[in-house]
């Protein structure tokens, strides 16, 4: 195992993030609890607590997530000594800073950070999207998953107050602003040369998809979590998501959703993929 740190150029999460001989990911809960603010370390063990017991009834088990480990520490005259840690997934800090003192603001940005960077590794880790070769598959496939997750958002936004066809236009308008750096739908084509006859989702590409995935699901699971009411406070919640997606991709080194280039529209590969058969059917 390496104890070697990420290069401290992204967030605060992206900084303490660990490798180890495998190169696969993990962070530890000694670093995790510093990060948000713990004082000490035994007052972030009933956290985690929480967090094994939502992991085991999420139908995971918490020891594939938090697995126990130790340490040596230097202690000051080139002594050491060794600690108890716990050495965490991606899914374990999610659900960690889904139970941590909401009150903190570094625990509001860890909520962000962790649950788009978890629904990323969702996304990629699904056996389905696993099996797509190019570009074209992966865009039919996030398509999809946009126009399901769109639907379930329409209907969390309608709970929320949200009903009228113009104001929910006005809703998606609040998404795509905090998303898109301030450019609502109609400064979106105008950027990327669409028709206004044109639907934004059916050109773009599978990372801007993604973008918008991610910001379609945080959105309907924060208005139902807070259970949020009326038209402005839901436009609001649209628009703060937005943005925190968009915050997330600049601090990755992703390219801003506005500068992606516009994709051929998503129809033709429908076409292509499963084009109309010719000729009458046999009886």
Known sequence: ?????????????????????????????????????YSEYRHFKPVMDKAKEAC?????????????????????????????????????????VQNADPSKEVVA???????????????????AYQQLKTEEEKRLF??????????QLADAAKNA???????????QNHGYMGLYGGLDARAIHKKKGLKKSENILDHMGSTELAANLFR?????????????????KANQTHYEVGKKVRKTIEEIGGTMPENLPAADSIKKLNKKVNPKKIGKKRK
């Open 56 to 96: 085991n009834n999420s139908g995971y088990k918490d020891a594939d997530h938090f697995e126990d480990i130790l340490e040596m520490v230097f202690i000051g005259s080139g002594a050491e000594r060794e600690i108890d840690n716990i050495k965490l997934s991606r899914y374990a800090c999610y659900l960690i």
């Open 1 to 37: 195992m390496e104890n070697k740190l990420t290069p401290p150029n992204q967030t605060v999460f992206e900084q303490i993030k660990r490798l180890d001989g495998n190169k696969n990911e993990y962070w530890t809960a000694r670093d995790l609890s510093r990060i948000l603010e």
């Open 216 to 232: 379609a699901t945080q959105t309907e699971e924060k208005l139902r979590r807070e259970n949020i009411k009326g038209k402005l």
């Open 109 to 127: 940005l860890g909520q962000t950070y962790f649950a788009v960077q978890t629904r990323i590794r969702e996304v990629q880790q699904m056996q």
């Open 161 to 171: 107050g949200v009903i009228d066809p113009v104001d929910y236009a006005i809703f």
């Open 142 to 151: 996030l398509r999809k998953e946009m126009y399901l997750h769109n639907k």
